[in-house]
């Protein structure tokens, strides 16, 4: 019998990120809705995530770049330590270009527990990549022996907020290769209320690397588009990815589950069935700004692949609780 997951799992966490470690424990890390801090949960269990306590470990400076606006931390173990990515800024005011002004950090620990203490976390600092522009929503993977990483920014010179690049790191907080856009918001479904490309994920499954990622406002009009590269090509080349024409996950207004996106993946606690995670809400009616709305909740979903081996999202699940 397939399990039964708690949905909403965790409640006003919006761009969630679930990492199954080693040690058996799920780790879960998401925006805040005062988006003041980094804060941490595990469990043995996904469904245990929803009881888990967070512990921060880390809190924004009280003034300069990280002092304003955490965004979407995630939470990766690398060669033996531990790092989060995450977007701050130093200003909730918007710059000549009507945006945010946010660039991507990096933070360390090298203790074998991420949640013992705030005192074992170590800034590394911004990311920099070859634009200094607005940028966020940064994730990493590794493949034969290279590590990548994959992150949403404005290109002054293209329309829209933020656009998806690739590059190689030369270690997990420093880039290696010069930067490759490999989409832009160009489809309707990608332009509504904001032209937005953001919230990559990255999944290897049958000889492919599918990257979904976020498009458009982040009202009900969120949706989730895809990427497919063959795991044998050229993952800097923008030429070896193809981009999904139609969105791959998107409001289901029957159910009333409302512009899911800002994806992760994981796996079930047998390991067997490949889990997808995401941020969704339940009504439309937002009042002012739909970014200071706390109600972005936190799901889990398990998936499917077609005959192809590409991956079949279906539609968001109702709510079981709330």
Known sequence: MAETYINPLIIQRADPYIYKHTDGYYYFTASVPAYNLIEIRRAKTLNGLAHAAPRTVWRKHESGAMSKLIWAPELHFIDGHWFIYFAATDTEELDELGMFTHRMYCIECDAEDPMASEDNWVERGQVKTDKDTFSLDATTFEHNGKRYYVWAQKDKAIKGNSN?????????????????????PEFDWEIKGFWVNE???VLHRNHKFFMTYSASATDENYAMGMLTAADDSDLLDPASWQKSPKPVFQSDLSTNQLGPGHNSFTVSEDGQQDIMVYHCRNYSDIKGDPLYDPNRHTLVKPFSYDDNGYPVFGKPVPYNYL
Do not use: H
Request: no cysteine; hydrophobic share 45%; proline share 12%.
């Open 164 to 184: 998806l690049y690739i590059a190689e790191m030369a270690n997990p907080w420093t880039l290696k290769t010069k930067p490759v856009m490999l989409s832009k």
């Open 199 to 201: 919230g990559p994920a």
